[in-house]
C-alpha cells in the first residue's frame, strides 16, 4: 500500500472518531446535564444539610481524581477504544445506585457518586486524548466544536426538564441517563477506531526509571510546574463556590429545579454559541492571555453572584432569575475562553506519555479540589451564604496575577 494511501486512510479514520466524539458528547450533554440539574437536589432531599452533601461530593471527587496517573497509564500503553466503552457500565452503575438511595441507604448515594465520577475519569481522560490524536492544526478550534456539540445536549437535557416539569419524580430522571449512557455504549463501540493511538514498546528497566522521573520532572520543570500550580489553584478557587453552588440555589432562594433549568440553558445557550468562536480565539491568542480573558469573566460571575445575595436580603427579590442568569451567562463566557486553552495545554505536554502526564497533572489539582465541598459547606453553615463567592472572587484576584507574573505557558505560546 502507497504512503499516499496509508495517509488518506489514516485522516479517514481521525474524522470518523471525530464525528464518533462529536455525537457522544452530544449524548453525553443531554444527560449529564440533567443529572447536574438534580443530583444536589436529590441529596438535598436525602440529608437535608448542606454539611452532608459537601462531605458526599467530596468524597466523590476522590475517585474523579485519585485514578487519573493509573488510567493515563493504562490510556498510553492499551487501547484507548476499550477504556472509553468500559467508562459506559460504570457510569451507568453509578447512576442507578444514586437513584435507588433513599435517606436510610444514603450509603448507596456516596458509592453511587464514586463509581459515577470513576466513570467520568475514564471518558473524560481517554476522549480528550482521541480527539487530540485525530486533529492536525487548530486543535483550539477542534476542542471548541466538541464542547459545542456537549452544550448543545446539555440545552436539550435543560429543556427537557423544564418540559416534564414537577410532574415526575426527580429521580426518574436517571433513568433517561441510564438510557443515553446506553446509546454513549452504541456509539463508541461502533464508530470509533484505535489506529491513531501510537504504539510503544518500553523495556522494564527503562519503564521504572522514566516512572520515576516522570513525577520530579513535573515538578523540577519550569514551565510544567507552573502550569500544575495555576490548574491545581483555579480548581480549588472555583470549587469553593461550584461545588455546592446548586445545592444554595434551591435552598437559600428556594428555586425550583425548573428555575435551576431555566438557568442552565441561558448558560449552556452561551456556551454553545461563542464555544467554537472561542477555540479560534485561542488559536490566534495563545493560551496565556485566553486563560487571563476567562478569569475576568470568571470575575464576573462571583461578582454578580455577590450582588444578587445583597439584593436578596434586602427585599429585592423580583430581580433574582436576571441578575443570576446575567452571573451565569459571564460564568459561560469563562467556561468558553478555558476549556480550549486547558485542554491545548494540558494534552501536549510530553510526546510519548501524553495521557501519564496528563493523569499525573490532574490528579495532584484534584487534591486540592476534593475537600472543596465540605470547605464551602462549613463557610456557608458557620459565615454565611455570601463567604464561598467573596473566597473565591478574591481567589480570581490571585490567579490573574499569577498568570501575568508567573504563568509560563506552553504549546503555541512558546
Avoid: C
Avoid at 2 to 8: E, R
Wanted: hydrophobic residues 50%.
Amino acid at each position: 500500500m502507497s504512503a499516499s494511501i496509508k495517509s488518506n486512510n489514516l485522516e479517514r479514520i481521525k474524522r470518523k472518531n471525530l464525528l464518533a466524539i462529536s455525537f457522544t458528547k452530544l449524548f453525553h450533554g443531554f444527560g449529564a446535564n440533567i443529572f447536574n440539574i438534580i443530583y444536589q437536589k436529590v441529596l438535598l432531599d436525602l440529608t437535608d444539610s448542606l454539611v452532608l452533601i459537601g462531605m458526599i461530593i467530596s468524597i466523590g471527587s476522590i475517585m474523579q481524581f485519585l485514578p487519573m496517573p493509573f488510567i493515563g497509564k493504562l490510556s498510553d500503553r492499551y487501547n484507548r477504544k476499550i477504556l472509553i466503552t468500559s467508562s459506559m457500565p460504570v457510569f451507568m452503575m453509578g447512576v442507578f445506585l444514586f437513584m435507588i438511595a433513599s435517606p436510610s441507604t444514603i450509603y448507596y448515594a456516596i458509592l453511587g457518586i464514586l463509581i459515577y465520577f470513576l466513570g467520568f475519569t475514564i471518558n473524560n481522560l481517554n476522549s480528550q486524548f482521541i480527539v487530540s490524536e485525530s486533529s492536525n492544526k487548530s486543535k483550539g478550534l477542534i476542542y471548541g466544536f466538541m464542547f459545542f456539540s456537549f452544550f448543545l445536549g446539555s440545552i436539550g437535557g435543560s429543556t427537557l426538564v423544564i418540559t416534564l416539569g414537577p410532574n415526575i419524580d426527580p429521580k426518574m430522571y436517571f433513568l433517561i441517563y441510564i438510557g443515553v449512557l446506553a446509546i454513549e455504549g452504541i456509539i463508541y463501540g461502533t464508530l470509533l477506531s484505535n489506529k491513531t493511538q501510537i504504539k510503544k514498546s518500553i523495556s522494564l528497566i527503562n519503564k521504572d526509571k522514566k516512572e520515576v522521573n516522570l513525577w520530579i520532572k513535573i515538578f523540577r520543570t519550569k514551565t510544567l510546574r507552573s502550569i500544575l500550580i495555576f490548574f491545581t489553584l483555579d480548581l480549588f478557587v472555583y470549587g469553593i463556590t461550584l461545588s455546592i453552588y446548586n445545592a444554595v440555589l434551591y435552598e437559600f432562594y428556594h428555586l425550583t429545579i425548573e428555575n435551576v433549568a431555566v438557568l442552565s440553558i441561558g448558560m449552556n445557550l452561551t456556551n454553545m454559541l461563542f464555544q467554537i468562536p472561542a477555540g479560534r480565539i485561542t488559536d490566534k491568542l495563545g493560551n496565556k492571555k485566553t486563560l487571563i480573558l476567562s478569569q475576568f469573566f470568571g470575575l464576573g460571575f462571583f461578582t454578580m453572584n455577590i450582588m444578587t445575595i445583597f439584593l436578596w436580603v434586602n427585599g429585592f427579590t423580583s430581580t433574582l432569575l436576571i441578575t443570576l442568569l446575567i452571573g451565569h451567562i459571564s460564568f459561560a463566557f469563562s467556561i468558553v475562553s478555558f476549556i480550549p486553552a486547558e485542554q491545548v495545554i494540558l494534552t501536549d505536554l510530553d510526546k510519548e506519555r501524553k495521557a501519564e502526564y496528563y493523569g499525573i497533572i490532574n490528579f495532584i489539582r484534584g487534591v486540592g479540589y476534593i475537600p472543596t465541598g465540605y470547605i464551602a459547606a462549613l463557610m456557608v453553615e458557620n459565615i454565611g451564604y455570601l463567604s464561598p463567592f467573596i473566597f473565591s472572587f478574591f481567589g480570581v484576584l490571585i490567579e490573574i496575577i499569577f498568570l501575568l507574573r508567573f504563568f509560563h505557558h506552553h504549546s503555541n505560546d512558546i
